[in-house]
Nanobody
Framework: QVQLVESGGGSVQAGGSLKLSCVALGEKTFNKYLMGWFRQAPGKEREGVAVFDIDGSTAYADSVKGRFTISKDNAKNTLFLQMSSLKPEDTAMYSC???????????????????????WGQGTQVTVSS
């Protein structure tokens, strides 16, 4: 069982930056997990934001390309999402998710569908004001 804990959310003005973190507690094979960031705004469906596969390949939603950067530190069991040039429409609950991977998933899927993930964190709120 993988326990994921997100942090780093908060309130920021448009144009600002935030860096989200997602720690996999007690996991000894973090390097074998494909990790993704998702977000859900009030009244909207959850959407994929970014994904990081075990082979280092990444993919992003069109709405965040060039503004968000996903990274993974296997030594620290931590996934990051650096968010810059934030917009009010980025306001949402952000969650990380994990699934064991053999690599190549991003080449096939791009953003891996949420149904493929086995483990989810509770989320961290990001609010961007205009």
């Amino acid at each position: 069982q993988v326990q994921l804990v997100e942090s780093g959310g908060g309130s920021v003005q448009a144009g600002g930056s935030l860096k989200l973190s997602c720690v996999a507690l007690g996991e000894k094979t973090f390097n074998k997990y494909l990790m993704g960031w998702f977000r859900q705004a009030p009244g909207k469906e959850r959407e994929g934001v970014a994904v990081f596969d075990i082979d280092g390949s990444t993919a992003y939603a069109d709405s965040v390309k060039g503004r968000f950067t996903i990274s993974k530190d296997n030594a620290k069991n931590t996934l990051f999402l650096q968010m810059s040039s934030l917009k009010p429409e980025d306001t949402a609950m952000y969650s990380c998710a994990a699934v064991l991977s053999t690599g190549g998933w991003v080449r096939v899927w791009g953003l891996v569908p949420e149904d493929e993930y086995n483990y989810w964190g509770q989320g961290t709120q990001v609010t961007v004001s205009s």
